[in-house]
T-cell receptor
Framework: DAKTTQPPSMDCAEGRAANLPCNHS???????VYWYRQIHSQGPQYIIH???NNETNEMASLIITEDRKSSTLILPHATLRDTAVYYC??????????????FGTGTRLQVTL | SQTIHQWPATLVQPVGSPLSLECTVE??????LYWYRQAAGRGLQLLFY??????ISSEVPQNLSASRPQDRQFILSSKKLLLSDSGFYLC?????????FGPGTRLTVT
């Protein structure tokens, strides 16, 4: 799986958009970009994933650059409950096989009033 | 909808005692199952995964073992706990893409 690089921490004011970057310059053509987050003392929570196209769901948007070497997770209106560690993970997925995730150190997002 | 259960939520065990943590999934069949551990202040480490009943793959050599006696049941065990086994143990399930985690068991070995 390709290595990812994320800033260790970020701050965001409540109500503003939080843009979390991730570099994955060695990503290969069949590797997906995943985002998870972990709120303190809880298990990680799946947020979104994508391969080439930008993706949006009820939680967030994922913007992947055309060369796929980086991506940005966007929380459009951050709230205090979005304070968490956000993990960007790149991996290949095959039907019928286990999806082994390698969690790095992530970005600690602090949402403030 | 799918639900994943883990118990107990917290556990304090003496060094040398046995361990059994249980994880069950509801609302899906033939899931892939995983055990992770998170030591205090550290990242998540994948310990075991299973793609079917009786099929266990170990990611790191350690003092722990896993079993999958039923399709939606995953058990983490140890015969003799070490101090270094303390941590936050998380069970997860997946199909193809996204992985869903349980509430976790916080184990303290004293």
């Amino acid at each position: 799986d390709a290595k990812t690089t994320q800033p260790p921490s970020m701050d965001c004011a409540e109500g503003r958009a939080a843009n979390l970057p991730c570099n994955h310059s060695t990503i290969s053509g069949n590797e997906y970009v995943y985002w998870y987050r972990q709120i303190h003392s809880q298990g990680p929570q799946y947020i979104i994933h994508g391969l080439k196209n930008n993706e949006t769901n009820e939680m967030a948007s994922l913007i992947i650059t055309e060369d796929r070497k980086s991506s940005t997770l966007i929380l459009p209106h951050a709230t205090l409950r979005d304070t968490a560690v956000y993990y960007c993970i790149v991996r290949v997925d095959f039907t019928g096989t286990a999806s082994k995730l390698t969690f790095g150190t992530g970005t600690r997002l602090q949402v403030t009033l | 909808s799918q639900t994943i259960h883990q118990w107990p939520a917290t556990l304090v065990q003496p060094v040398g005692s046995p361990l059994s943590l249980e994880c069950t999934v509801e609302g899906t069949s033939n899931p892939n199952l995983y055990w992770y551990r998170q030591a205090a202040g550290r990242g998540l480490q994948l310990l075991f995964y299973s793609v079917g009943i009786g099929q266990i793959s170990s990611e790191v050599p350690q003092n722990l073992s896993a079993s999958r006696p039923q399709d939606r049941q995953f058990i983490l065990s140890s015969k003799k706990l070490l101090l270094s086994d303390s941590g936050f143990y998380l069970c997860a399930w997946s199909r193809v893409h996204e992985q869903y985690f349980g509430p976790g068991t916080r184990l303290t070995v004293t």
